[in-house]
């Protein structure tokens, strides 16, 4: 059963633009976390939330926590090439198991 | 270099077939994870052990086993092979379990192709 859905699932834009990824799931989750995993490698930990309503920063990434901790978003300021990747949200319930969003799929152009 | 390697990297098999993935978990993990990828279904949580006993299974079928031994090291056995098991399998490790906000580190992947 798949928990988590991400939108857009591919998302092709040019350097320099801004974009927002979004996951989101009826479920409540103790804490969300975000990955992007590279071509012939295993996901890379970005950032976990665990407030309600948090917003965290990492450089032109900026990552919020919904209010009722059932949805996340990402949002990417002046997109580069480096940026391209499959971006994977993940949500963990009482369980401390992850759930893996349907992922979102950025290829940024020069 | 995530310090988590799995073996071997590639895998090409038939259907009906018994395979076995490796994990190492980095120096000092306790908690082994089992994850699939595939096109359709994305990445799936299969299994979780914790200093050598289960502590979670998620969607992982009765063809396939692990365990992890008292090394750390896990495996992952793949049996009865059909070709829908064909798919990516990753191995992350993270020092603790049952913490909301441990990191898990994932290995590079095992990429199995049944034909």
């Known amino acids: 059963t798949q928990l988590l859905e991400q939108s857009p699932q591919f998302l092709s834009i040019q350097e320099g633009e801004n974009l927002t990824v979004y996951c989101n799931s009826s479920s409540v989750f103790s804490s969300l976390q975000w990955y992007r995993q590279e071509p012939g490698e295993g996901p890379v930990l970005l950032v976990t939330?665990?407030?309600?309503?948090e917003v965290k920063k990492l450089k032109r990434l900026t990552f919020q926590f919904g209010d009722a901790r059932k949805d996340s978003s990402l949002h990417i300021t002046a997109a580069q090439p480096g940026d391209t990747g499959l971006y994977l949200c993940?949500?963990?319930?009482?369980?401390?198991?992850?759930?893996f969003g349907t992922g979102t799929r950025l290829t940024v152009i020069p | 270099d995530s310090g988590v390697t799995q073996t071997p990297k590639h895998l090409i098999t038939a259907t009906g077939q018994r395979v076995t993935l490796r994990c190492s978990p980095r120096?000092?993990?306790?908690?082994v994870y089992w994850y699939q990828q595939s096109l359709d279904q994305g990445l799936q949580f299969l299994i979780h052990?914790?200093?050598?006993?289960?502590?979670a299974k998620g969607n992982i079928l009765e063809r396939f086993s692990a365990q992890q031994f008292p090394d750390l090291h896990s495996e992952l056995n793949l049996s009865s092979l059909e070709l829908g098991d064909s798919a990516l399998y990753f191995c992350a490790s993270s020092v603790v379990s049952g913490i909301s906000t441990d990191t898990q580190y994932f290995g590079p992947g095992t990429r199995l192709t049944v034909l």
């Open positions: 939330v665990v407030t309600g309503g």
């Open positions: 052990y914790y200093n050598g006993e289960e502590r």
């Open positions: 993940a949500g963990r319930t009482g369980a401390n198991n992850l759930f």
């Open positions: 120096s000092g993990d306790l908690s």
